[in-house]
């Protein structure tokens, strides 16, 4: 069977379907949820509310990483880096799904805002990818060593008894450093200052907004 050419029009058309499908929270997980076999923990109101608002954060940043991903592979000039950023926003679509779900047992919504995230973040995924393949894989080593940080501070922040929360936390923190030590071993460039202080800023502000809305 020959393969399928898509005309540009084809291929907005599918860019503009999985940031709908991704921003307003209709992701699907290939892999099971982390957190199905855990018991339920009691939470009050005060912590339930807390667990939400971290979980938001998370789900707001998976959004964004699928952006970054979709929009480096969109001008990767290697297929290898293009496969392998692709494979990595899979396994970010499912990080995705599973922080979607745990919002929904916490009685929680996504952020009002992930529409806007996603816009960002895919322009700035096109604009690291247009730098070329050492700096795109360089621009995935920053963006998940600063998510294993945060992922860490959410595990110490975590209500004691919010076992779900914990476990899917652990995964993705698993998947997120492999993501990273695959980029460097790919051959990516370290970025320099004051890029990584300028992608620790505006994480930090959209985990402000995320939190609460």
């Known amino acids: 069977m020959s393969e399928r050419h898509y005309s540009f029009f084809d ?4 860019q503009a379907q999985r940031a709908l499908s991704t921003s307003l929270g209709n992701a699907y997980a290939e892999r099971e949820y982390p957190a199905e076999n855990t018991l ?10 807390h667990a939400a608002g971290l979980m938001r954060i998370n789900h707001t940043g998976e959004v ?6 979709v929009g480096q592979a969109a001008v ?5 880096t293009r496969k392998q950023l692709l494979e990595a926003a899979q396994e970010e679509q499912d990080h995705l799904a599973w922080c979607a779900d745990r919002l929904r047992e916490l009685d929680a919504k996504p952020s009002m805002f992930n529409p806007i995230w996603y816009a960002g973040s895919y322009t700035i995924g096109l604009a690291a990818g247009l730098r070329g393949d050492g700096w795109n894989l360089g621009f995935v080593v920053e963006t998940e060593r600063q998510v294993e940080a945060h992922l860490e501070e959410h595990l110490e922040t975590l209500p004691p008894s ?18 990273a030590e695959h980029a460097e071993q ?28």
């Not at 339920?40 to 509310?49: C, K, S």
């Not at 990767?76 to 290898?80: I, K, Q, V």
């Not at 919010?162 to 993501?179: F, G």
């Open 40 to 49: 339920h923990g009691i939470l009050n109101d005060d912590e339930q509310r």
């Open 11 to 14: 291929k907005a058309i599918i």
């Open 76 to 80: 990767a000039r290697d297929e290898t």
């Open 186 to 213: 790919a051959g990516a460039r370290k970025l320099p200052q004051p890029i990584p202080r300028i992608m620790a800023l505006t994480s930090s502000i959209m985990k402000a907004v995320a939190y609460r809305l």
């Open 162 to 179: 919010d076992a779900r929360s914990r476990v899917i936390l652990k995964k993705m923190k698993e998947d997120e450093a492999r993501h």
């Open 64 to 69: 964004c990483a699928q952006a970054l991903y």
